[in-house]
């Protein structure tokens, strides 16, 4: 059985190595047009001459970037791990990123827009609230934000960016706000597996306690137990 095989684009070149131009698949009702043949003149070695393919494109990813469908008419072809290397290729049609993919991004796009420790006045009934009257909460809405916001891309940015922002309360702050936003795009990712609902719940009723602009201390038996700054 074949391997269904991708390639990684960024505005139609090549973005793992190379820049190479590819010719793209042209949309044709509910259909594409293949993109033109491609070829390569020479040896072939991994990582350094040959059109590049993977059958994970995921592990390619850059941003901006889309997958296609591809396919090669070489009889013999160079694998190392996910990746192979030919001498012939096209695209099929562009691969639609998945759902929870999607879903995902727009959480992480989201959090930008999040106002960190401002309160909406509206705190929910069932959280155990709480005042706090410390100046660090004030520098702790930033370094929530940044270290949220940096979540997805890597934990040693989200650590970074609160250790640059604030002083100990509120790099506690952030380390918990990024911990959450990290909690509800795992959830996310795994959308349509066999999750438990109330582990669905949980996650998202601890991200909207930082949506609603108060902060999370910790939850005890499924209650929540929330500070507002004063």
Same mark, same amino acid.
């Given at each position: 059985?074949?391997?269904?095989?991708? *390639?990684? $684009?960024?505005?139609?070149?090549?973005?793992?190595?190379?820049?190479?131009?590819?010719?793209?698949?042209?949309?044709?009702?509910?259909s594409?047009?293949?993109?033109?043949?491609?070829?390569?003149?020479?040896?072939?070695?991994?990582?350094?001459?040959?059109?590049? $393919?993977?059958?994970?494109?995921?592990?390619?990813?850059?941003?901006?970037?889309?997958?296609?469908?591809?396919?090669?008419?070489?009889?013999?072809?160079?694998?190392?791990?996910? *990746?192979?290397?030919?001498?012939?290729?096209? $695209?099929?049609?562009?691969?639609?990123?998945?759902?929870?993919?999607?879903?995902?991004?727009?959480?992480?796009?989201g959090?930008?827009?999040?106002?960190?420790?401002?309160?909406?006045?509206?705190?929910?009934?069932?959280?155990k609230?709480? *005042?706090?009257?410390?100046?660090?909460?004030?520098?702790?809405?930033?370094?929530?934000?940044?270290?949220?916001?940096?979540?997805?891309?890597?934990?040693?940015?989200?650590?970074?960016?609160?250790?640059?922002?604030?002083?100990?309360?509120?790099?506690?702050?952030?380390?918990?706000?990024?911990?959450?936003?990290?909690?509800?795009?795992?959830?996310?990712?795994?959308?349509?597996?066999?999750?438990?609902?109330?582990?669905?719940?949980?996650?998202?009723?601890?991200?909207?306690?930082?949506?609603?602009?108060?902060?999370?201390?910790?939850?005890?038996?499924?209650?929540?137990?929330?500070?507002?700054?004063?």
């Open positions: 059985m074949s391997k269904k095989l991708y *390639k990684v $684009l960024v505005d139609g070149k090549s973005c793992n190595g190379g820049d190479l131009k590819w010719s793209l698949p042209q949309a044709q009702g509910d594409y047009l293949p993109g033109e043949w491609m070829g390569h003149k020479g040896n072939l070695s991994m990582c350094s001459s040959g059109l590049h $393919l993977t059958t994970e494109p995921f592990k390619w990813y850059k941003q901006g970037c889309c997958f296609y469908v591809a396919e090669t008419r070489d009889k013999k072809i160079e694998w190392d791990n996910d *990746k192979c290397v030919v001498a012939t290729a096209r $695209l099929l049609r562009p691969e639609p990123f998945p759902v929870w993919f999607d879903d995902c991004k727009k959480f992480i796009d959090l930008k827009d999040i106002r960190w420790l401002k309160l909406d006045g509206k705190p929910k009934k069932e959280w609230l709480f *005042k706090a009257r410390d100046a660090a909460w004030d520098a702790a809405g930033d370094a929530a934000g940044a270290a949220a916001g940096a979540t997805a891309l890597a934990a040693e940015a989200a650590w970074d960016a609160a250790m640059d922002a604030a002083r100990d309360a509120a790099r506690d702050a952030a380390r918990a706000a990024a911990g959450d936003a990290a909690l509800q795009a795992q959830i996310l990712v795994c959308k349509g597996l066999k999750l438990d609902k109330k582990h669905i719940k949980h996650a998202k009723d601890r991200m909207e306690v930082w949506e609603k602009g108060y902060g999370l201390m910790c939850d005890v038996n499924g209650v929540l137990y929330v500070y507002e700054k004063i």
